[in-house]
């Protein structure tokens, strides 16, 4: 599975755009680009997924350029209840396991 | 919210003790996977069951057996705990697999003392 590298933490204020980008230089044609994000003491929560240009969904858009060597998540206008790790994650579709590889994340520290 | 819970929620346990965590579902997925998370690590994945009775090891299996012998519950087995064990083990279940979207389960916080 492709390794991915995200900022540690990223600080933002409520009201304002946010914007994740997560490095994946060795993705393979059949990977998908997915983000979970996780609050403290829970487990994580699918945030988006997409293969190439641009996905949209309501809680936020997901951005990958043609040569899908990165992807930047997108969270419009956010509020303190955004605070969490964001994870992005490349994975293989044709894969029948579901195996999921999780780095370290991104800590989105919202503040007021 | 998936049907997925996990028992117990919290447990302290003595080095070279059995553990049995136990994770069950009530949405029928195929898919179910043990992670443990640790600071400085995220999540990383011990096991995985494809169906009943199939299941096989992820990145970090060296001390955890699995489980499951019915579509609704995965047990995980630390057969001789130790104190490296000692982390938040979260279930999570998937219908279709590949990067298909995985629910989790609440957690559990595990202390080998």
């Known amino acids: 599975l492709a390794k991915t590298t995200q900022p540690i933490s990223m600080d933002s204020y409520e009201g304002q755009e946010v914007n994740i980008t997560c490095s994946h230089n060795n993705i393979a044609t059949n990977d998908y680009i997915t983000w979970y994000q996780q609050f403290p003491s829970q487990g994580p929560r699918f945030i988006i997924q997409?293969?190439?240009t641009k996905v949209t969904n309501e809680v936020a858009s997901l951005f990958i350029p043609a040569d899908r060597k990165s992807s930047t998540l997108s969270l419009p206008r956010v509020s303190l209840s955004d605070t969490a790790v964001y994870y992005c994650l490349v994975g293989d579709d044709s894969s029948n396991t579901g195996k999921l590889i999780f780095g370290q994340g991104t800590t989105l520290q919202v503040k007021p | 919210d998936a049907g997925i819970t996990q028992s117990p929620r919290h447990k302290v346990t003595e080095t070279g003790t059995p553990v049995t965590l136990r994770c069950h579902q009530t949405?029928?997925?195929?898919?179910m996977y043990w992670y443990r998370q640790d600071p400085g690590h995220g999540l990383r994945l011990i096991h995985y069951?494809?169906?009943?009775?199939?299941?096989d090891k992820g990145e970090v299996s060296d001390g955890y057996s699995v489980s499951r012998s019915k579509t609704e519950d995965f047990l995980l087995t630390l057969e001789s705990a130790t104190s490296s064990q000692t982390s938040v083990y979260f279930c999570a279940i998937s219908e279709a697999g590949g990067v298909s979207e995985q629910y989790f389960g609440p957690g559990t916080r595990l202390t080998v003392t």
């Open positions: 949405e029928n997925h195929r898919y």
């Open positions: 069951s494809y169906g009943v009775k199939d299941t």
């Open positions: 997409g293969y190439k």
